[in-house]
């Protein structure tokens, strides 16, 4: 365990630049979508913008339920946890990571030399995936704060934040869920060109399979990480599926531990 968080603090304070470049960035953007909601043309412009989405798009973005009972402003800062910036940068944080962690340690040789000594190839898995899941938490709690700061200096503080929390709490598990995955192809190779391209790969493939209804509403698509994250549906409720968080949870406890047994029984060379 001692060595596990050694790897975890050491490889935090290493990349401690790129992770607040991301937090501040989805920060800022989370800010920018509060900010800028009077330029826009306020409530009114928001909801004939939306009603003009055809309901593929609807469906893509997750929007149709709050269309039946309107569109409010709390729904159009709820859409900014769904917005493919937010997602983006989120995605390309959890898969750069996942790829330096393993394969860009084997490509790099940094992982022989960290292996040299009696650290067990588990800690260096399980290390790792903790520092993702502690830079994906600052990634989350930033945008939270950004979109917090940027809403009680514009448009005031009768919002429901606690929900909001609830939706970055979702988000952090989401990319979480998808990182152990990038970390499980990590495993399997030494390059990281291979990693990387596979890694976003995985991202993508499973977003694009949630939007279509035949995968989507089949028994394969419920163990899709992108099919248990609704920020729309918990701003409305304020409530949180816990099948939905045992899916995500399932995916980052079962990713991870298949990483390890991937990486411990692979041959380095």
């Not at 990387?196 to 419920?222: C, E, K, M, R, Y």
Request: proline letters at 4%.
């Amino acid at each position: 365990m001692h060595t596990t968080l050694t790897i975890t603090r050491t490889t935090l304070r290493n990349k401690r630049i790129s992770l607040l470049a991301f937090a501040l960035a989805a920060g800022f953007f989370h800010w920018l979508v509060a900010a800028s909601f009077p330029a826009i043309g306020g409530i009114a412009t928001v909801q004939s913008t939306v009603q003009t989405f055809p309901p593929g798009l609807r469906t893509l973005l997750k929007l149709a339920p709050n269309l039946q009972a309107g569109f409010g402003v709390q729904d159009y800062l709820a859409f900014s946890w769904f917005h493919p910036l937010f997602l983006g940068l989120g995605s390309a944080f959890v898969v750069t990571r996942a790829t330096d962690a393993l394969a860009g340690a084997v490509e790099t040789g940094a992982a022989y030399l960290l292996l040299s000594r009696p650290v067990p190839r588990r800690a260096l898995v399980v290390g790792k995936m903790g520092e993702m899941a502690v830079g994906a938490a600052a990634i989350v709690s930033t945008a939270w704060l950004g979109l917090w700061i940027g809403a009680v200096t514009t448009l005031g503080g009768d919002l429901p934040f606690g929900r909001y929390a609830l939706v970055a709490l979702v988000a952090w598990l989401l990319f979480c869920a998808l990182g152990a995955g990038a970390l499980l192809i990590s495993s399997c190779t030494g390059r990281t060109d291979i990693s990387g391209a596979l890694g976003s790969a995985w991202t993508l493939v499973a977003f694009v399979l949630d939007v279509i209804p035949q995968v989507a509403n089949s028994p394969v698509g419920v163990l899709n990480p992108w099919h248990h994250y609704f920020p729309q549906a918990i701003v409305a409720t304020g409530k949180l599926d816990l099948m939905e968080i045992a899916v995500l949870v399932g995916w980052i406890v079962l990713g991870t531990m298949a990483a390890v047994v991937v990486f411990g029984r692979r041959d380095l060379v």
